[in-house]
Every structure is written in C-alpha cells, then in structure tokens.
C-alpha cells in the first residue's frame, strides 16, 4: 500500500468537488491497521469559511480504475465515490452549501481483511477525533451535518456524550458545545434508501426534508 502525501492529484479534476485537501498530518500513523489497509488518507476538503461541514463515517474501498468518482481511499479527499459522494454533494449543493467543507471522521479505509470496508473501531474514531477538531476550529461552521451513526457519536463525543439511538435522532438538531455548533445527524447514503422508508418518507420528501433541516439550522445561527 502507498501512503498518503500532499503531491499533485493525478485523477481527473472535477467541478462536483474541490481538488485542494485540508492535509493535517501527510504521514498519521496513530491506527496500524488503517494505515496497513490504506492507499491514501482522505482528508477533507471545501471552504474553509464554510456555514456547513459535513461529516461521513470513513472512506470505503472505492473504484480505482473509475475516471473521477474513485473514492476517498483512492482521491485523498471525502466523500468521492459515485454513490455516496455523489449523493451528499446533491444533497447540500441544493440547500444552497455548495462549497460545504466535506470531511470523515475516521480518515483512513477500514478495510476487512478481503476488499470491503468494516466498521471503524471506537478506538480508531478516538484517534482520529482530533483531526476532526482541528477542522472544525479552522472551519467553525454553524451546522455540522452528520451522515450515519458513527459520523454522529464521533460529533456528540466532541461534547462528552454517547449516542443514544441513531435512528431517533435524525433530522433532530441537537447543540453541539464544544465547537458552538448545530449537529444534525442524517442518514448514511449507503444506507439511505433502506431506512427513509422506514420514516416514512419517499425519496424526494426525504431530500426535500434533509435540505429544510439545513437551511433551518443554518438560519437559526
């Protein structure tokens, strides 16, 4: 596996997504297994003046051989597959945040032994909490949109607490001390249309709704 440096980008630019990453250590290797499995540490991206930051759990595998959605393990930068990159960038582009800084929580592909993404560990997402920090104190954004359940307990331990239900808590902004922020947690985009029926939305009343929810919290700081 090659490691992560801060050279030129060699895929293919794309407007969808800034190519300059917010790199804060070229070389981390708090997490031995993440740095075992990874090809480059995704690190986010966006303005740096930002309202939003949006939060995903940790970059996935990816398609190296893709043209531009390859992937954060693969483009260095979050959020960047086809799937779900290509879903949160939608998502926030129409509640009026296309320049929405886009990062994870854990910045490293979890790999699980043959290709997939596993789950990160607690003590993967505690060693990788204080890049996330750093980011939100050079951001400071009013909203910090969370995606998924692990994205949304690494944003409450920011404040000391624990996730209490995920499912409960979306689109529920809750007050986010540490960083003087709103948190609202949203679905994971992998697994979104799974659970938004669930809801009891269809896909356009839930996208309608994520963007209410961020315009909102925007708003009302």
């Given at each position: 596996m090659s490691d992560d440096g801060?050279?030129?980008?060699?895929?293919?630019?794309?407007?969808?997504?800034?190519a300059e990453r917010h790199v804060l250590d070229a070389g981390c290797a708090r997490c031995p297994e993440l740095v075992a499995c990874r090809e480059r540490i995704s690190w986010g991206t966006g303005d740096r003046d930002a309202a939003v930051l949006a939060v995903g759990e940790a970059p996935g595998a990816g398609a190296p051989e893709a043209d531009v959605w390859r992937?954060?393990?693969?483009?260095?930068?979050?959020?960047?597959?086809?799937?779900s990159g290509r879903r949160i960038r939608e998502l926030l582009a129409d509640a009026g945040?296309?320049?929405?800084?886009?990062?994870?929580a854990v910045k490293c592909f979890p790999c699980d032994g043959a290709g997939s993404n596993r789950e990160p560990t607690a003590q993967e997402r505690e060693n990788c909490r204080a890049h996330l920090e750093r980011e939100l104190d050079t951001v400071e954004?009013?909203?910090?949109?969370?995606t998924g359940k692990h994205a949304t307990a690494s944003a409450l331990a920011l404040d000391g607490r624990?996730?209490?239900?995920?499912?409960d808590s979306i689109l529920e902004p809750v007050?986010?001390?540490?960083?003087?922020?709103?948190?609202?947690?949203?679905?994971?985009?992998?697994?979104?249309d799974v659970w938004r029926a669930r809801l009891g939305y269809d896909d356009g009343e839930y996208r309608a709704a994520v963007r209410e929810a961020i315009r909102e919290a925007v708003d009302s700081n």
């Open positions: 801060t050279g030129t980008e060699t895929e293919t630019d794309d407007p969808r997504f800034p992937g954060g393990n693969w483009t260095g930068r979050a959020y960047t597959t086809r799937h945040h296309p320049d929405a800084y886009v990062t994870n954004p009013a909203v910090v949109v969370a624990e996730l209490d239900g995920f499912v007050d986010l001390d540490a960083v003087d922020a709103t948190l609202l947690p949203i679905l994971h985009p992998s697994y979104q």
